[in-house]
């Protein structure tokens, strides 16, 4: 079977009709990317993102992909990303539907998985539509999911919301921890605080109440030394 005639569609609906094509028409099977070579993957997993509660696939750092697969033929496999995979840049590269498979055989497998990393895995393409939409649904329901949690979990912490009534007198209720702030400012508003004295003015006509003239004090002359006084 064509490459064209499997390519797009779900490898359980085509069974193990395997044959010998590769793919370029001429079925002489003599690249890797036969039916019988092929992986249809199933689901795919950024185990790393999980466990970090963040988008899968989004960061290249830490990344390990859990691809799900089957074969034409039924059979089951995983494949865990050991280290990054050089063909696949984004978690969406290998949605449920694409095609893949190993440029070398992987005959160690430890229960039904195997480890790949590197170019391991050559990315064929494809799809399945059916696949595909139930993989974009799964995905917009778990985020909805997830942001629903994480409202429900803030609304949780908020207060009770009362409907304001206008009606009604409103009640401050303030809490022992707060009493003492209250008391400090009820003390500081009974304070009589005096105004300051003024500083004493000059005696002067124009400041003097009774209009009197100011005392004058004469300037007595200081005295000479004996050397320098006058002969009598």
Do not use: Y
């Not at 949605?95 to 070398?104: A, E, L, N, S, Y």
């Not at 409202?151 to 009640?171: G, Q, R």
């Amino acid at each position: 079977m064509a490459m064209d005639g499997w390519l797009f569609r779900d490898l359980r609906d085509v069974g193990d009709d395997v044959g010998d094509d590769d793919g370029d028409g001429d079925g002489d099977g003599a690249t890797s990317c036969s039916l019988a070579d092929a992986w249809q993957v199933m689901d795919v997993v950024d185990c790393a993102a999980s466990a970090r509660g963040a988008d899968a696939g989004t960061t290249a750092r830490g990344r390990v992909l859990k691809l799900t697969l089957i074969s034409a033929a039924g059979d089951a496999l995983a494949a865990i990303e050991r280290e990054r995979l050089t063909d696949i840049s984004t978690i969406d590269d290998v949605r449920p539907g694409v095609k893949i498979t190993f440029r070398r055989a992987m005959t160690t497998r430890v229960c039904g998985a195997v480890v790949v990393g590197g170019d391991d895995v050559r990315v064929l393409g494809g799809g399945a539509d059916a696949l595909t939409k139930e993989w974009r649904r799964a995905a917009v329901a778990r985020a909805t999911r997830e942001r629903d949690d994480a409202t429900t979990a803030l609304a949780s912490t908020a207060p009770k919301f009362h409907p304001f009534d206008a009606s009604k007198e409103i009640e401050i209720r303030v809490s022992r921890g707060q009493s003492s702030s209250a008391s400090v400012s009820s003390r500081l508003a009974r304070v009589e605080i005096s105004p300051p004295t003024p500083p004493p003015r000059a005696n002067t006509a124009a400041n003097d109440a009774d209009g009197a003239a100011p005392i004058i004090t004469p300037r007595v002359k200081p005295a000479l030394p004996p050397s320098r006084a006058k002969p009598s």
